[in-house]
């Protein structure tokens, strides 16, 4: 083949390549980052499946779910791996009340959640919460129980809605009891957000449970837990009102 035929084909073999380079440009999307997709999915050090790391994306499980209660007018969200019950363990040290300054009959409990413990349950840490639709105790919601702390009242607004916070426990033998309570009143409810803390000592267990929490590491952890729950009440419309 003579040289200038050559320089011919080379040529439109040039032109075929450009162009298909552009087409490819257009319909295909850029490529990410290798440093944005797990190993497996980077083809070379440049380039990633697109749709192999979407796939991995749709098949990764929600690290957070929200939990929304239509009836009172609330929702919160809460890591993936913690169960919500809607009823309060009760033992023989804490009765499960709707609130633990509260009476049984007055309210009831809405919902709460536990942190992971060891199978002994030898430390409980929950964040709960209950409402009172008893007229008396809504009266009476935002004010210092009896059997809380006296010096450990607040008064504060968030989010237009104005509460209190109050303290207390019980201690017995090896036992005790902590809890941090927020109350409000929302719609002629009175409700009690309630972080509680109770169990025994790890190193009195027979044999000790020393993989338990300590109170003060569990009501830490418990008020991270509840910071991130991002509590709110639902938009008001006169259908959500219970």
């Known amino acids: 083949m003579r040289k ?13 390549a450009f162009s298909a380079g552009a087409a490819m440009a257009e319909t295909t999307e850029p490529p990410l980052n290798p440093a944005d997709a797990p190993s497996e999915y980077r083809k070379d050090s ?7 790391l979407r796939k991995r994306i749709l098949e990764t499980p929600r690290q957070v779910n929200i939990w929304i209660d239509n009836t009172y007018g609330f ?7 913690i169960k919500p019950a809607r009823k309060f363990t009760a033992d023989s040290f804490q009765d499960g009340n709707w609130s633990w300054f509260g ?3 007055q309210g009831h409990p809405l919902v709460s959640l536990a942190l ?17 639709d008893d007229a008396d105790t809504v009266a009476q919601c935002r004010k210092l ?24 426990g019980k201690t017995r033998a090896n036992r005790s009891l902590a809890i941090h309570t927020y109350r409000t009143v929302h719609h002629n409810h009175c409700y009690s957000i309630e972080l509680m803390v109770y169990g025994t000592k790890p190193d009195t267990m027979s044999p000790p449970d020393y993989g338990a929490m300590n109170p003060d590491e569990a009501m830490s952890r418990l008020t991270s837990l509840w910071r991130q729950m991002d509590f709110q ?10």
């Open 46 to 52: 440049a380039v990633i499946d697109i749709n192999l």
């Open 103 to 105: 009476k049984k009959d």
């Open 145 to 168: 129980p009896e059997n809380a702390a006296q010096d450990s009242l607040k008064t504060f607004r968030h989010r237009g809605t104005l509460y209190t916070f109050f303290s207390g």
């Open 233 to 242: 009440w639902l938009p008001e419309t006169s259908s959500s009102q219970p």
């Open 75 to 81: 929702q919160f969200i809460y890591p993936a791996h």
């Open 4 to 16: 200038h035929d050559i320089a011919g084909v080379m040529a439109i073999i040039c032109g075929l």
């Open 116 to 132: 992971p413990g060891t199978p002994q349950k030898t430390t409980v840490a929950e964040v709960r919460i209950g409402v009172s």
